[in-house]
């Protein structure tokens, strides 16, 4: 049963697991995980990206496809009664199947009945070394037909949340259009990790890129984020690569920033801590950068280049 928070709090949880190739093997692990958070008060607790299945995107292999799923269906519908039994908003992940040719990086968000109260389809796709995903995923939809962008937040019992996936955390444009549409938390499953043959250094630097350029968003948007990330080393399918380190050190972070909590690289773990959900509003009276932005001044942005 959840534990009574204080007015205005919110407990969260972020979870970090290692994936299997069983599909059923990871969603126990994911399941086991989110139990016991709720167990300890949590009233949100966000998983990782992609956490039913190893990250395949380290080579293009077309048989992949068959780990695609519809929503609903059997991934969702196991999410969904997880959120009604135990009385949480969820956020998972899901490998879409849209239609025949359209897969989607999908976030799924739970109500505590366990009804679906949104999707957000990936908008910006990477294709990497190691990270292969434009052959896999189709990019999220740019505006739908209630005329709504693709960057908006999904409302719930616990606020608005500003859901995005991983290789859309580089991107400072996709978290300021969830802030601006009112989003109360800023929400990036994620599955980053480190070539294993990188020196020290290179892993140390991208690292600390990572975080920094989150908590960036946390500062200039006064939001909290909650970044959840794998564990584990994966091998690459193909062997033409010695595989994945992901990198764990998934956190938690205030509007100003700070550490709430954070992850070792390595651990299977519960994330948990409250925010509070009037400090937005506190910080941005002190300050107020979405006061002094200059709206008149950016139509350059929507330039791919500025020649």
């Known amino acids: ?10 407990a969260i949880a972020a979870i970090q697991q290692s994936c299997s190739a069983n599909k ?5 692990t994911s399941e086991r995980l989110v139990r016991q958070a709720a ?9 990782q990206e992609l956490h039913a299945t190893l990250y395949f995107c380290q080579t293009e292999d077309t048989s992949v496809f068959e780990l695609a799923e519809s929503i609903p269906g059997p991934t969702s519908d196991r999410l969904s009664a997880l959120a009604a039994e135990l009385g949480i908003v969820l956020v998972g992940s899901i490998f879409e199947r849209r239609m025949n040719g359209v897969y989607h990086n999908t976030a799924v968000v739970f109500e505590r009945d366990g009804s679906i109260a949104g999707l957000y389809r990936k908008m910006h796709i990477p294709d990497d070394p190691g990270f292969y995903e434009k052959f896999y995923f ?12 693709g960057f908006t937040p999904i409302d719930t019992s616990v606020g608005r949340l500003g859901v995005l996936v991983c290789w859309d955390q580089w991107y400072p444009e996709a978290a300021r259009l969830m802030a601006l ?31 920094t350029v989150q908590r960036g968003h946390a500062v200039a948007n006064n939001l909290p984020v909650i970044a959840p990330n794998r564990v584990g080393t994966e091998p690459d399918p193909s062997g033409l690569s010695d595989g994945i380190r992901f990198w764990g050190n998934s956190f938690i972070c205030g509007p100003q920033g700070e550490f709430l909590t954070r992850a070792d690289d390595h651990s299977e773990t519960i994330l948990s801590t409250t925010i509070n959900r009037s400090r937005s ?24 280049v500025r020649d």
Do not use: C
């Open 181 to 211: 549409a009112g989003a109360e938390v800023l929400i990036y499953p994620t599955a980053i990790g480190w070539d294993v043959t990188d020196d020290p250094d290179e892993q140390a630097r991208q690292l600390e890129a990572w975080v």
């Open 1 to 10: 049963m959840n534990r009574p928070t204080p007015a205005g709090a919110l």
């Open 281 to 304: 509003e506190s910080i941005r009276r002190i300050w107020p950068y979405f006061r002094d932005r200059r709206i008149d001044a950016y139509s350059d942005i929507l330039k791919r």
């Open 24 to 28: 059923d093997t990871s969603l126990a």
């Open 138 to 149: 189709t990019p999220g939809d740019a505006s739908f037909n209630d005329g709504s962008s």
């Open 39 to 47: 167990k300890d008060g949590a009233q949100l607790v966000v998983l």
